[in-house]
């Protein structure tokens, strides 16, 4: 949507366009016998800040009940518009709520997303609570320099923190990732696809599912 006339005065897109432009999708795939696997709802930027992101789901699950019943829907979100009920609401319709934490450590979460002021990483891990586990966590380990300062989320001080966080949400799925090799991110690597097998091996032993991104 590069059109900017696609866009209202805050830079979002309009509900109703959101919902004209998923249909002639749905429907252009449909004429071609594609069936899609998920509608996901990401990008750059937080899903979840748009005014209408409740009406948009709705509008998201008529459309996928129309035209393809199998698909699921997916939302990436940060977490940060949880005390927002309609989103609650929202995240807790999807098939897919993919929730990101980075680390257990404020103080390391904070490093890594640059949150806005006023972010509470606590009422961030109380509002995940209140999914009582339906959610996916989504989890991305990094090292190097970030902001000028040292960031590694990959020790085992980090990860034994973070595993305690994971067993307390009890989330259906674990998501494991590291930055892609592109990354414009000058100071910060890869975590070796090894490391991230361990990891996703301690949390197999919590009895979580693991899903590896290399």
Known sequence: WTDMGL????????????????KEKLIYMKGR???????TFAGNGEPTIHPFFGAVIEDTMLLRDRFAPDAKIAVLSNGTM??????????EMVD??????????EETAKLMNQPAEGFSYKRLVENIMRFKGRFILQTMFIRGVCQGRVVDNATEEELRQWLQLVRRLRPQMVMVYTIARDTPAVGLHKIPAKEL??????????????????
């Open 33 to 39: 016998e594609e069936k899609p696997d998920t509608i």
């Open 7 to 22: 866009y209202d005065s805050e830079g979002f897109p309009p509900r109703e366009i959101v919902r004209n432009k998923l």
């Open 96 to 105: 897919m709520n993919i929730l990101k934490i980075d680390s257990a450590r």
């Open 82 to 91: 949880l005390d927002d009920p309609n989103v609650f609401s929202a995240l």
């Open 197 to 214: 097998h361990r990891i996703a091996a301690r949390v197999q032993d919590l009895g979580i599912a693991v899903q590896i991104s290399e």
